[in-house]
């Protein structure tokens, strides 16, 4: 089935989308912050995104993320567009683009039956609502998913939801309409890999409670934001369950394999702007009386982010590439090594441009200090680098070491 239809080259999409990036997305970063400034409720959509969608769709810069098999592009195509996406933080949803929707819709599209699909992912595909991923615990280790607590338990046509969630990205948002919920169904199963499950529960659900906004680093990423969610007593009828009981894992597997490598493409477009802007202010500015460009530090840290941000931008499209030879299953050990370079790599880049605009780089004038956020936080969004090590570790071993 296909969801995209996505016919042109990708260079000639590229070339729009770049120009739609200069016309459109830099001329309105100061609109977009002075927005979330001044709204009365910073988790409601902001009006020059929904117009710029609008646009967006109208120049067939839509939905880009949509993978090959479903009519899109490939992931090694994808991979550029991306990057560009990710100069401008919150640019991605324009175009249908951003996380944690794409993981979600391909969800609904590798698992949903057809009557999800019609009532949920029609909907999102043509952005006129967002969704969550409800996984995160606040009681347990969760990067051990086996671990999650929340209860998906069925009585007669209904399950019942119970449990506590956190950093639940778009909870918050006035859009947000349907929660994707991952819980265990058959807690005493021996195979811990079969006692989860993943239900479909609307965000207006009775016993649903949005406790709180969390911030990371300070910024609570309004307007999309990363919720707490208590779930009491929440019921919904039994056709909401996905695939069905105990393959909640193999779902979340499935979803996080792409997701995690879109993340590392938008930072590469972030560290790339970093670094162009470090460029120009290296040349714009003078201390003991030469540039800062002149400066053997300034140089070096500008040569060694060169350096690692074309690591970094290799290492993901030769993940994205492997992807789409094989499929994220079979490239699990290069989503790994790309997932635990890439953010870290980004972080270091974005805190020396940081560094070399002064007390400047710390402030929202720039865009630094919110990307240098994300690629914190991206460290442990979607796994934590620990166990990607230690999952990447055991292939490599296993495969040199018999």
Same mark, same amino acid.
């Given at each position: 089935?296909?969801?995209?239809?996505?016919?042109?080259?990708?260079?000639? %999409?590229?070339?729009?989308?770049?120009?739609?990036?200069?016309?459109?997305?830099?001329?309105?970063?100061?609109?977009?912050?002075?927005?979330?400034?001044?709204?009365?409720?910073? &988790?409601?959509?902001?009006?020059?995104?929904?117009?710029?969608?609008?646009?967006?769709?109208?120049?067939?810069? /839509? *939905?880009?993320?949509?993978?090959?098999?479903?009519?899109?592009?490939?992931? &090694?195509?994808?991979?550029?567009?991306?990057?560009?996406?990710?100069?401008?933080? /919150?640019?991605?949803?324009?175009?249908?683009?951003?996380?944690?929707?794409?993981?979600?819709?391909?969800? &609904?599209?590798?698992?949903?039956?057809?009557?999800?699909?019609?009532? /949920?992912?029609?909907?999102?595909? *043509?952005?006129? =609502?967002?969704?969550?991923?409800?996984?995160?615990?606040?009681?347990?280790?969760?990067?051990?998913?086996?671990?999650?607590?929340?209860?998906?338990?069925?009585?007669?046509?209904?399950?019942? =939801? *119970?449990? @506590?969630?956190?950093?639940?990205?778009?909870?918050?948002?006035?859009?947000?309409?349907?929660?994707?919920?991952?819980?265990?169904?058959?807690?005493?199963?021996?195979?811990?890999?079969?006692?989860?499950?993943?239900?479909?529960?609307?965000?207006?659900?009775?016993?649903?409670?949005?406790?709180?906004?969390?911030?990371?680093?300070?910024?609570?990423?309004?307007?999309?934001?990363?919720?707490?969610?208590? &779930?009491?007593?929440?019921?919904?009828?039994?056709?909401?369950?996905?695939?069905?009981?105990?393959?909640?894992?193999?779902?979340?597997?499935?979803?996080?394999?792409?997701?995690?490598?879109?993340?590392?493409?938008?930072?590469?477009?972030?560290?790339?702007?970093?670094?162009?802007?470090?460029?120009?202010?290296?040349?714009?500015?003078?201390?003991?009386?030469?540039?800062?460009?002149?400066?053997?530090?300034?140089?070096?840290?500008?040569?060694?982010?060169?350096?690692?941000?074309?690591?970094?931008?290799?290492?993901?499209?030769?993940?994205? @590439?492997?992807?789409?030879?094989?499929?994220?299953?079979?490239?699990?050990?290069?989503?790994?090594?790309?997932?635990?370079?890439?953010? =870290?790599?980004?972080?270091?880049?974005?805190?020396?441009?940081?560094?070399?605009?002064?007390?400047?780089?710390?402030?929202?004038?720039?865009?630094?200090?919110?990307?240098?956020?994300?690629?914190?936080?991206?460290?442990?969004?979607?796994?934590?680098?620990?166990?990607?090590?230690?999952?990447?570790?055991?292939? %490599?071993? @296993?495969?040199?070491?018999?």
């Amino acid at each position: 089935m296909n969801y995209a239809n996505i016919n042109e080259k990708p260079e000639h %999409i590229k070339k729009r989308l770049l120009d739609f990036m200069e016309k459109s997305i830099y001329p309105n970063e100061h609109n977009y912050t002075g927005h979330l400034k001044n709204a009365e409720n910073r &988790f409601s959509a902001v009006p020059i995104v929904e117009d710029l969608k609008t646009k967006a769709k109208e120049q067939g810069l /839509w *939905n880009l993320f949509v993978p090959k098999q479903f009519g899109g592009l490939s992931n &090694f195509d994808y991979a550029s567009l991306a990057e560009i996406m990710g100069r401008v933080l /919150w640019s991605s949803e324009v175009f249908n683009c951003n996380a944690p929707d794409t993981g979600n819709m391909e969800v &609904f599209m590798k698992y949903g039956d057809q009557q999800q699909r019609e009532t /949920w992912l029609k909907p999102l595909l *043509n952005g006129e =609502i967002r969704s969550s991923y409800v996984m995160t615990e606040p009681d347990v280790a969760s990067s051990d998913a086996t671990n999650v607590r929340t209860t998906i338990l069925r009585e007669g046509d209904e399950y019942v =939801i *119970n449990g @506590k969630k956190w950093f639940i990205t778009n909870a918050m948002y006035e859009k947000t309409e349907i929660f994707i919920v991952m819980g265990k169904s058959d807690p005493d199963n021996e195979n811990r890999h079969l006692q989860q499950s993943q239900i479909l529960v609307p965000k207006n659900t009775k016993g649903i409670k949005i406790i709180r906004a969390l911030t990371t680093l300070g910024y609570d990423d309004a307007p999309h934001g990363h919720a707490e969610v208590h &779930f009491e007593d929440v019921r919904v009828p039994v056709e909401n369950m996905l695939l069905g009981e105990g393959r909640g894992f193999e779902i979340a597997q499935g979803r996080l394999g792409p997701g995690r490598i879109h993340h590392c493409m938008r930072l590469i477009g972030a560290a790339q702007r970093a670094m162009e802007l470090a460029c120009k202010r290296a040349v714009s500015r003078e201390t003991f009386g030469k540039k800062l460009a002149d400066h053997q530090s300034v140089k070096e840290d500008i040569a060694c982010s060169y350096a690692e941000l074309e690591q970094a931008r290799q290492l993901t499209l030769l993940t994205a @590439k492997r992807m789409d030879e094989v499929g994220p299953k079979e490239a699990r050990d290069l989503i790994a090594a790309a997932k635990i370079a890439v953010p =870290i790599s980004v972080q270091n880049i974005i805190d020396r441009c940081m560094q070399i605009h002064g007390a400047g780089g710390l402030t929202e004038d720039y865009f630094m200090a919110d990307a240098f956020n994300y690629a914190r936080y991206c460290r442990q969004a979607d796994g934590p680098d620990q166990v990607h090590m230690m999952s990447l570790g055991k292939q %490599i071993i @296993k495969r040199y070491g018999s």
